[in-house]
């Protein structure tokens, strides 16, 4: 056996090492990269997403894509990590992180071709990345949480270029409400944000400039009965997560009826059992009863004679919610129910829109009514005012912002070019490549807009070597203006996050020299598709990329 190679891996298995497998893996990741860069900005386009069970999406949103896409390529998964991240940890900007980290490996293998080592990529990728926040830190302006005008201006850019657009005015003045309805000022003098207390519910049927922000939750159920009060003032609540139902034998079992009156016994048994429960609901003082579970018909009769006003199968959000707005406990055994567990507050149902409306005595949450005239419009609104209810919490939490319109992105490549100068080794062409990629953002704004990307870099760079740190991308009229003092503006903590999980994602595929795959690396068209060996093929086309498998 002395010389002869051993073969240990499956016959089934697939080898990519060096270069190739480099290639292997930017490719795939800038292929995810570059199906969400055409949504960046105000004139991105949107994205029709068809799953296997023909369910329709359209969204220009970057983690909605993202998670949504067919993706089996384990190089493009970390890439969309970074969406998933980005969305946690800021609420916005996924599509510039994702389309930087695509751009951050481009330019970093022009480099690899030039035979500089991945590691020192690696090392001045992650030099360039600490270096840009810490500019990010001096270029940002400092706002207060009381500064309303501000903070809408960081939420209309939030939802400038989606579905929620042409009512962005009005929706910023909703999410700036909402947010500073449930904002405590800490001893430290820190802002805190809860957005648990900001409840999002839809309708159909209206504009969107028909939205409204609510004290209270909003309830989008019917009473359980024709002759149940609609309404009720000053009003003691039950949340009840327990069925009013009679309860049934957790095993399977057989009755034998002998003579037609023990049928009746049970019967009647069974209404003795809903009595109670009713009786239970009554004795706890209760005038409006928000059930969790279903509620037993003759249950339902027995409360609307009691003047109990009911509602059954409510969601589990909504019953968490109300027990926040009621000051309530959620009650899960009606045995162990007292008057404690109740909360107060009024309940008024519209008939016209069929919602309850509720609202506590001493209310912290606030619900935000979005209507639109189709299901598919109001999906992608609510997803606009998702991300921007998070980006303005994180704004009125940090206090920072930034120039949008490709501002800020000029303004670091700018500087990080001239931090490449103090730094010794190839390390700086790393720096450089870094600078470059951050560039990207103001040239997809600019191409998506139908400009010559260009050109506008070219004014740009102009305008922020002239000293003019707030210059930016009017995509509108093309011309180059002070976005800051133009209302376009960007929470500071949401770029320093984009910039940290884009180069982190980068460096991790950088890092890889050698894929092992137990089953085959290429796409279903083979080696056409994907190139001898696993190697990539093609950038055209979602399908036809090596490792893709068929993302959409």
Do not use: W
């Not at 080592?117 to 207060?144: C, N, V, W, Y």
């Not at 900001?198 to 049927?205: D, H, L, P």
């Not at 209310?363 to 005239?373: A, D, Q, Y």
Request: with cysteine; net charge negative; hydrophobic share 40%.
């Amino acid at each position: 056996m002395q010389g002869q190679p051993m073969i240990i891996m499956g016959d089934d298995s697939q080898r990519v090492q060096d270069e190739d497998a480099q290639s292997h893996n930017i490719n795939a990741a800038r292929a995810v990269s570059d199906s969400v860069r055409s949504t960046l900005g105000p004139k991105g386009m949107d994205k029709m997403l068809v799953s296997s069970m023909g369910d329709v999406t359209v969204t220009n949103d970057g983690v909605t894509i993202l998670t949504e896409m067919d993706i089996n390529n384990p190089t493009a998964e970390m890439i969309v990590e970074v969406a998933e991240t980005q969305e946690d940890e800021a609420g916005d900007g996924t599509t510039t992180a994702v389309a930087v980290a695509g751009e951050l490996l481009k330019n970093a293998e022009g480099l690899l071709e030039q035979d500089i080592h991945p590691t020192a990529i690696i090392k001045g990728l992650q030099m360039a990345s600490e270096q840009a926040r810490a500019e990010i830190g001096e270029l940002a302006e400092e706002i207060d949480a009381d500064d309303t005008d501000r903070i809408r201006k960081v939420a209309e850019t939030s939802m400038t270029g989606k579905g929620a657009e042409s009512n962005k005015e009005q929706l910023a003045n909703l999410i700036v409400d909402a947010v500073q309805n449930v904002t405590v000022e800490t001893q430290t003098g820190e802002n805190v944000v809860d957005l648990e207390y900001v409840n999002i519910e839809t309708q159909t049927g209206q504009s969107a400039g028909d939205s409204t922000l609510l004290d209270g939750a909003v309830i989008s159920k019917d009473p359980v009965h024709d002759n149940m009060p609609t309404e009720a003032e000053d009003a003691s609540v039950l949340l009840l997560s327990e069925a009013v139902e009679v309860e049934e034998a957790n095993v399977d079992s057989q009755v034998s009826l002998s003579d037609p009156d023990q049928l009746q016994q049970f019967l009647d048994q069974e209404d003795e059992q809903l009595k109670a429960k009713v009786e239970q609901i009554k004795e706890t003082g209760a005038d409006v009863v928000f059930c969790q579970k279903g509620i037993d018909d003759l249950a339902q009769h027995y409360l609307a004679k009691e003047g109990i006003l009911a509602v059954r199968r409510a969601k589990k959000s909504d019953i968490e919610f109300l027990k926040e707005v009621l000051g309530a406990n959620i009650v899960s055994d009606l045995d162990s129910a007292r008057a404690a567990d109740l909360g107060t507050g009024s309940v008024t149902r519209d008939e016209d829109d069929g919602l309850f409306y509720v609202e506590g005595g001493d209310s912290h949450g606030v619900t935000i009514l979005l209507r639109g005239s189709t299901d598919h419009v109001v999906d992608e609104l609510e997803r606009g005012i998702t991300d921007a209810l998070e980006v303005v919490a994180q704004t009125v939490s940090d206090g920072r912002v930034l120039a949008g319109g490709g501002a800020i992105e000029v303004e670091l490549a700018s500087r990080l070019r001239e931090y490449a100068d103090s730094v010794s080794g190839r390390e700086q062409l790393a720096v450089e490549a870094f600078a470059d990629s951050l560039e990207l953002v103001p040239r997809v704004l600019s191409e998506n807009a139908g400009l010559d990307p260009i050109d506008t870099l070219v004014d740009l760079r102009s305008a922020h070597e002239s000293g003019d740190e707030h210059a930016g991308l009017n995509v509108y009229d093309g011309e180059v203006e002070d976005t800051y003092e133009a209302g376009v503006v960007e929470p500071a903590h949401a770029k320093e996050q984009a910039l940290s999980s884009a180069t982190e994602a980068a460096n991790l595929v950088l890092k890889i020299d050698d894929i092992i795959s137990a089953g085959d690396l290429t796409t279903e068209g083979g080696e056409e598709a994907g190139g001898p060996g696993g190697a990539p093929g093609g950038m055209g086309g979602m399908g036809g990329m090596g490792g893709m498998g068929g993302m959409m």
